[in-house]
């Protein structure tokens, strides 16, 4: 059996590769769940973020994570070896039942949840049912199609929802761009599937690529389809490329001929934070067009981590092209524990970033109140709340 090395921390560890259904290693983690990073942040909610799996079998020819370069991350981006976090979801059970306060959790941030090694070992259906059994919202972000038990647990639980990335109608493209996904026409059903049971459906078109995928037409009837499957919001990005492997990025993007590499160099001029963005006004053009369309359509409408250089500083772009509160489309105040189940903490629209009053109780997260404020929650953060509203009950 083959082996594979990872150094952790200076020491190195050996774990057995195993072949089936896609090459991985087990691993026990001790990692927590935790909310944003720090740095410049656009995500107007809190969120628990969580991903049973470091490395990704989807394989998207874009994926900013093969910039990660240690542990398990380096692992998957030089062996194409996926990290499988061995009884992760009791872990998350065990740190949810060591707090009072919760946000939505988020399946998952820089993997997919659903990808081809999950049909072994079901993490993430075991994870959702975790939240679901405490009546913590959840949602997930997926290029695969959605198990049926996942659709069956969100749909017991009032704020948690599904997304669906759905970056071009092209069957052929898609397969150029995702390898490892699922067909057009099966993510497209996955909107239907959800909204058949009532879920709030989420339709990502996060990125979008420059000359390849932004004609307005194409744009224009893959939204209006999204919509006629049952999605009720837009999340659009135009595709950025980390520094450390722009090199890589672009290599990859020679499938679609030496004027396109060409092109991307030229376009490919703005530099902010670890990322080279595409120029500010070709961007301005494509997210215009994007919100009008949803406007006429009903839609509602955000962009995921969008922002423009003003005086040497990263603004987001939210607050001209969004028309909606939340960035993801729905409104999900915080919850606090009600014995052995959660409950919403407050009526709050949940948009934490923007918020002035905490309404819900948690003073940290009236972000709004200072631009300067901490944005980037831990664990210990959700127990040091959970230990204020203790106070604060029995104060009452």
């Not at 049971?197 to 390849?212: E, N, S, T």
Request: net charge neutral.
């Amino acid at each position: 059996m083959k082996k594979a090395k990872v150094d952790i921390c200076g020491k190195l560890k050996e774990f057995e590769i195993i072949e089936e259904p896609y090459p991985h290693v087990v691993i026990n983690t001790k990692k927590e769940l935790h909310g944003w990073w720090k740095g410049k942040r656009e995500c107007t909610g809190e969120r628990l973020l969580i991903n049973p799996y470091n490395g990704c079998s989807i394989d998207c020819i874009f994926c900013y994570v093969k910039g990660f370069s240690w542990s398990y991350f380096k692992l998957f981006f030089e062996e194409k070896v996926v990290s499988v976090c061995w009884d992760f979801d009791k872990i998350v059970a065990e740190q949810l039942d060591s707090i009072n306060v919760a946000s939505c959790g988020y399946l998952s941030p820089v993997t997919d949840p659903f990808q081809d090694i999950n049909s072994k070992y079901n993490l993430s259906e075991k994870i959702i049912e975790v939240f679901i059994e405490r009546n913590i919202p959840i949602e997930f972000v997926t290029k695969q199609i959605i198990p049926d038990r996942a659709i069956e647990l969100i749909k017991t639980q009032i704020h948690s929802f599904g997304q669906v990335s759905i970056l071009t109608q092209n069957d052929d493209l898609r397969k150029l761009f995702v390898p490892g996904g699922a067909s057009t026409k099966d993510l497209f059903e996955n909107l239907e599937r959800l909204a058949s049971k009532g879920i709030f459906a989420v339709c990502r078109i996060d990125p979008i690529f420059p000359y390849l995928t932004d004609k307005k037409m194409d744009l224009l009837d893959l939204i209006k389809r999204a919509k006629d499957s049952g999605a009720k919001h837009i999340v659009a990005s135009s595709l950025d490329i980390p520094k450390s492997i722009y090199s890589h990025i672009i290599d990859r993007f020679s499938i679609f001929g030496t004027s396109v590499v060409y092109d991307y160099k030229r376009l490919y001029t703005e530099p902010i934070d670890a990322y080279y963005n595409a120029k500010i006004d070709y961007r301005k053009k494509l997210f215009s067009f994007l919100r009008e369309t949803c406007d006429s359509l009903g839609l509602s409408f955000a962009l995921c981590m969008e922002y423009e250089l003003l005086d040497g500083k990263a603004i987001g772009l939210n607050k001209e092209f969004a028309n909606t509160k939340n960035c993801e489309g729905i409104d999900i105040p915080i919850y606090i524990r009600d014995g052995k189940k959660f409950r919403p903490a407050s009526s709050c629209d949940g948009a934490c970033l923007n918020c002035k009053e905490a309404i819900c109780g948690i003073e940290d997260l009236a972000m709004a109140k200072n631009p300067d404020s901490k944005k980037d929650f831990k664990l210990n953060d959700y127990k040091r709340w959970s230990k204020k509203l203790e106070f604060t009950y029995m104060l009452k």
